[in-house]
């Protein structure tokens, strides 16, 4: 078990790395490439194709698209409109090429479009897409999901992160009998009623204090702090003593970007909670099987007492879990009086990609393959950006990511909002042209892959020193 050191990396501000004797493994699936260099590709930009699309799809779907980060408004024109993924490369319509650290929002940390994830999704197929029954495919990915995440001894499969997470606010209620939760500014627990509030992501990138259509006595339970502020947790349970059912959080926060816990706080929520009564809840969705093979909580050694998870574990399809401690799961219907259910919940094909993803991850010197690329890459654009005299920070742990531009440190969304964000457009529509896909918001995690090879690191701090000069 990795232990957070706390220690800030040199040039970075809150990046905490747990030491390692493994040394990193090269990645052997780097992704077959069109042969266009960056150079080349630069004179052929054009985003004719995506733009045709785009306009078309804004007379179709709200805003043209069907999850508000990806339309762009943060950093200016139009969202790229993408035609396939391979490893860690992304290709537009128009026929551009793309180093992606988004990885579809977290999912792709082995990679797009893997090549075993393909062969055993090809399987899975023939023998059906849904059975509404059953199967056993669930049974390998809860016993997978089961030995590897600290706190979970029983799982329950959903669809997406949202649902993780309205299932286990629904859970921890109906287990303390209590209907008060805690919930971070800036952390972002899916887009249900009672989580909108303070919200990170999509809601802090366009600029909604809360979203119109959430009724008042959906959030009168929710209380919110400052992350990484233990006196206000503590204020909040001494003004509402045996009211509050647990506390919800980011183990790290990837919605506000990225913004680690500082050493110790984790161990405070451990502890408050236990003395009050109440669950601790890590929302793993991000960083589960991603900051290590058992999520922060084996990462930082702090168990909660439920976790949700997604992302990963469906291998780039549609999937969420929640789970935790027996005695509290067993609340959940069948087993218990907890109603919550799901037409696709466990389908045959999210459990396959997310058995095939999980598998690769296992294999010795993932993380630590991770962890060198990611520290390479933060470590480039940080200190890129200050040589040409940006106010920048960053930080990282394992193959999630993020800078923000302010001197930092930025230990909460306070702290995030700081950020330069005009700059930050200047610099994601330069990085854009230099055929490097970032997040298109401030306010979000990066991601690299298992597929991300030294050689894209280097072509994309390279391309950052030569953006960093232009805006
Ligand atoms: C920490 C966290 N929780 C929950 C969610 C919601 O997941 P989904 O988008 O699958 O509904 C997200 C999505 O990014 C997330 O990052």
Redesign the pocket.
């Known amino acids: 078990m990795a232990a957070a050191s706390g220690v800030g990396v040199v040039g970075l501000t809150v990046a905490a790395r747990p030491s390692s004797s493994k040394l990193p493994r090269p990645c052997s699936r780097v992704p077959v490439r069109m042969s266009v260099s960056l150079d080349e590709k630069k004179k052929a930009f054009t985003l004719q194709k995506s733009e045709e699309a785009f306009n078309a799809a804004k007379e179709l779907m709200p805003g043209g698209v069907n999850s508000p980060v990806r339309a762009f408004k943060s950093v200016g024109g139009q969202p790229i409109v993408m035609d396939s993924v391979k490893g860690s490369c992304m290709w537009d319509i128009d026929g551009n090429e793309y180093i992606d650290y988004v990885g579809s ?2 999912p792709a940390i082995i990679g797009h479009a893997d090549d075993e994830v393909l062969a055993a999704l090809a399987e899975t197929m023939k023998k059906g897409t849904s059975f509404g029954a059953p199967c056993l495919l669930e049974n390998v990915l809860a016993e997978m999901v089961v030995s590897a995440v600290p706190c979970i001894e029983m799982v329950r499969f959903v669809n ?4 993780a ?1 309205m299932g286990v606010l629904r859970l921890a209620r109906a287990f303390t009998r209590r209907e008060k939760i805690i919930k971070f500014e800036g952390c ?4 249900a009623d009672p989580f909108l509030v303070k919200a990170g ?1 999509g809601v802090a990138t366009l600029g909604l204090p809360d979203s119109p259509g959430v009724p008042r006595a959906a959030t009168i339970d929710t209380l919110t702090a400052p992350f990484n502020n233990i006196s206000a947790v503590e204020e909040l349970f001494e003004t509402h003593k045996g009211e509050i059912a647990g506390i919800i959080l ?1 183990p790290v926060v ?2 506000s970007g990225y913004i680690a816990p500082k050493p110790g706080f984790l161990e405070a929520m451990r502890k408050i909670t236990k003395d009050n009564d109440a669950l601790l809840i890590f ?1 793993e ?2 960083t589960g099987f991603r900051l290590s093979y058992g999520g922060a909580q084996e990462y930082f050694g702090v168990i909660p007492d439920l976790t ?1 998870l ?2 990963i574990i469906g291998g780039g399809l549609p999937v ?1 879990a929640y789970g935790g401690r027996r005695d509290i799961v067993e609340m959940v219907a069948p087993a218990g009086p907890m109603y919550q259910a799901g037409t696709l919940s466990g389908n045959p094909l999210a459990m396959t990609a997310g058995i095939h993803t999980l598998k690769r991850l296992k294999e010795p010197g993932s993380y630590e393959y991770l962890d060198k690329v990611t520290d390479e890459l933060v470590r480039g654009i940080v200190d890129a950006g200050k040589k040409a005299g940006h106010a920048i920070c960053g930080g990282y742990i394992r193959g999630m990511f993020g800078f923000f531009f302010t001197e930092g440190p930025v230990y909460n969304f306070s702290d995030a909002k700081k950020s330069d964000t005009e700059k930050f457009a200047r610099f994601y529509q330069g990085m854009l042209r230099e055929g490097v896909y970032f997040a298109p918001s401030q306010f979000e995690a990066g991601f690299t892959s298992l597929a991300h090879s030294p050689e894209d690191i280097k072509k994309t701090v390279a391309a950052a020193e030569k953006v960093f000069q232009q805006i």
């Open positions: 929002w977290g997406s992160g949202t649902e997470c972002y627990h899916g887009h992501s980011e990837g919605n929302d969705v991000m949700t997604g992302k969420g």
